[in-house]
């Protein structure tokens, strides 16, 4: 989606404080302007590029261009059951364990 509504934007990655709305067509972040902290221009749509030097605003409007690495994170889930019954009594429990890892 294009920050502005205006539909020539260029497809991006950015890094800003609020989160997106995943749901919108524009302006992502419901703000009403295109300020974000760092920004990568990328047709990637389900990561940003690993490796890339992205446009970062260091303040009072100076952009500078970094090169960033990002780590992978893997998450895992798993989950258990066990029931226990009786004549009148009936328990269940479900036990979620979540690990990340970064590579």
Known sequence: PDCAGGGDGASRWIVDTDA??????????????????????????????????????????????????????????TRTSSTTSTSSTSRSTTTTTRSSTTT
């Open 20 to 77: 997106p709305d995943i749901t919108a067509t524009m302006d992502l972040d419901g703000d009403k302007t295109c300020e974000y902290h760092a920004r990568i221009d990328s047709t990637k749509k389900d990561f940003p590029p690993t490796q890339a030097f992205w446009n970062m605003r260091c303040g009072a409007g100076v952009s500078e261009m970094t090169l960033v690495d990002l780590a992978a994170i893997t998450t895992t889930e």
